[in-house]
T-cell receptor, first 112, second 114 residues
Framework: GESVGLHLPTLSVQEGDNSIINCAYSNSASDYFIWYKQESGKGPQFIIDIRSNMDKRQGQRVTVLLNKTVKHLSLQIAATQPGDSAVYFC???????????FGAGTRLTVKP | DTGVSQNPRHKITKRGQNVTFRCDPI?????LYWYRQTLGQGPEFLTYFQNEAQLEKSRLLSDRFSAERPKGSFSTLEIQRTEQGDSAMYLCAGTGGSRGYEQYFGPGTRLTVT
């Protein structure tokens, strides 16, 4: 399953499928990007990050892709599990001012 | 558990009252951020400290809001004369030290203004 981020804030996938969550960022000067997972009633939790000099980074079951040309970021979750159900936010940081700006988020629901 | 704590976790107050929240980051966090989050939205930046110095404040931080980090460790966020529109989750995050830009969030303080 795939979302288009801000325009489709919910994504529903079957357990075991791969998920793709998209994000369009706004500041071309941003040089560091983070994906956060937020479960209900909790603060955002770091998932994976990527610097602007990279276009792909892999973690455990997660991959982040960065396309600076179109200012697009995506999070791929392999073999999605019920515990992955949460809201996912992308965040961009410019090292000029250390401000971190969040996107609106995508709610991922994993159906058993 | 990120090691960042916030107190209280929940606060219900009447409009017009003052409230104060506290954030305790871990010791190596030389930078501390405050955010506000409303339902269904991403966290919105409020203000940021480098050690004890408040380096930036968002336009969202009206003159009713004040934040301090007196010794470069814990921080407080005070809201004076609360309004119903102040109802939100207030998050703090620490960063710095060996982890660079990665921000460690506390569990947040949920404020309800009645």
């Amino acid at each position: 399953g795939e979302s288009v981020g801000l325009h489709l804030p919910t994504l529903s996938v079957q357990e075991g499928d791969n998920s793709i969550i998209n994000c369009a960022y706004s500041n071309s000067a941003s040089d560091y990007f983070i994906w956060y997972k937020q479960e209900s009633g909790k603060g955002p939790q770091f998932i994976i990050d990527i610097r602007s000099n990279m276009d792909k980074r892999q973690g455990q079951r997660v991959t982040v892709l960065l396309n600076k040309t179109v200012k697009h970021l995506s999070l791929q979750i392999a073999a999605t599990q019920p515990g992955d159900s949460a809201v996912y936010f992308c965040a961009e940081i410019s090292s000029d001012n250390n401000d971190m700006r969040f996107g609106a988020g995508t709610r991922l629901t994993v159906k058993p | 558990d990120t090691g960042v704590s916030q107190n209280p976790r929940h606060k219900i107050t009447k409009r017009g009252q003052n409230v104060t929240f506290r954030c305790d980051p871990i010791s190596e966090h030389n930078r501390l951020y405050w955010y506000r989050q409303t339902l269904g939205q991403g966290p919105e930046f409020l203000t940021y400290f480098q050690n004890e110095a408040q380096l930036e404040k968002s336009r969202l931080l009206s003159d009713r809001f004040s934040a301090e980090r007196p010794k470069g460790s814990f921080s407080t966020l005070e809201i004076q004369r609360t309004e119903q529109g102040d109802s939100a989750m207030y998050l703090c995050a620490g960063t710095g030290g060996s982890r660079g830009y990665e921000q460690y969030f506390g569990p947040g303080t949920r404020l309800t203004v009645t």
